[in-house]
T-cell receptor, first 113, second 114 residues
Framework: AQSVTQPDIHITVSEGASLELRCNYSYGATPYLFWYVQSPGQGLQLLLKYFSGDTLVQGIKGFEAEFKRSQSSFNLRKPSVHWSDAAEYFC???????????FGTGTRLKVLA | GAVVSQHPSWVICKSGTSVKIECRSLDFQATTMFWYRQFPKQSLMLMATSNEGSKATYEQGVEKDKFLINHASLTLSTLTVTSAHPEDSSFYICSRATSTDTQYFGPGTRLTVL
């Protein structure tokens, strides 16, 4: 069965520091991969997605993610975190064409001033 | 701007009553919408796929008689929690799909059953 693992439940970083949020998936083929951010009172917002092609994808708000097939990973990165990045981040996979997402358990990011 | 809205954003009801949650696609006609449930500090779990003009498709373990879904128009899907009990308290989120396998999510509805 497909699954998504986000090993870090909480991460705290200082403003201006770099960030990496981990995501590992279990799936027989290459799934469609997504990162969403959830802020209080707002819906999940798509940061970036990977379907195929270049394994390094750029997203909004300065985020990027790298698909590594050999490690079944799709880690999210940002070189310099801003206080407004504090939120919950979800990694999701979709079996191509089904529209059905499987979400990871999320990583809550805290940013220290 | 938001492309999916939900109403209400939060609701409190008494045990045994029914609650209806609306999900609207604001910018696009959506033949397919999705309903998720999110428990505190946990992930989103897909409950059902809402199909315009036809019956919803429920995920395994989701009680279709408890969670009634109606998708009567291309911009509106509703989730009715029938005979709600405290264990139904949760955060309910809807989304609509796009042609590019991307989903846009609503802001969610917090349901508290007393």
């Amino acid at each position: 069965a497909q699954s998504v693992t986000q090993p870090d439940i909480h991460i705290t970083v200082s403003e201006g520091a770099s960030l990496e949020l981990r995501c590992n998936y279990s799936y027989g083929a290459t799934p469609y991969l997504f990162w969403y951010v959830q802020s209080p009172g707002q819906g999940l917002q798509l940061l970036l997605k990977y379907f195929s092609g270049d394994t390094l994808v750029q997203g909004i708000k300065g985020f990027e993610a790298e698909f590594k097939r050999s490690q079944s990973s799709f880690n999210l990165r940002k070189p310099s975190v801003h206080w407004s990045d504090a939120a919950e981040y979800f990694c999701a996979v979709e079996t191509s064409g089904t529209y059905k997402y499987i979400f990871g358990t999320g990583t809550r990011l805290k940013v220290l001033a | 701007g938001a492309v999916v809205s939900q109403h209400p954003s939060w609701v409190i009801c008494k045990s045994g009553t029914s609650v209806k949650i609306e999900c609207r696609s604001l910018d696009f006609q959506a033949t397919t919408m999705f309903w998720y449930r999110q428990f505190p500090k946990q992930s989103l779990m897909l409950m059902a796929t809402s199909n315009e003009g036809s019956k919803a498709t429920y995920e395994q373990g989701v009680e279709k008689d408890k969670f009634l879904i109606n998708h009567a128009s291309l911009t509106l899907s509703t989730l009715t929690v029938t005979s709600a009990h405290p264990e139904d308290s949760s955060f309910y989120i809807c989304s609509r799909a796009t042609s590019t396998d991307t989903q846009y999510f609503g802001p969610g509805t917090r349901l508290t059953v007393l």
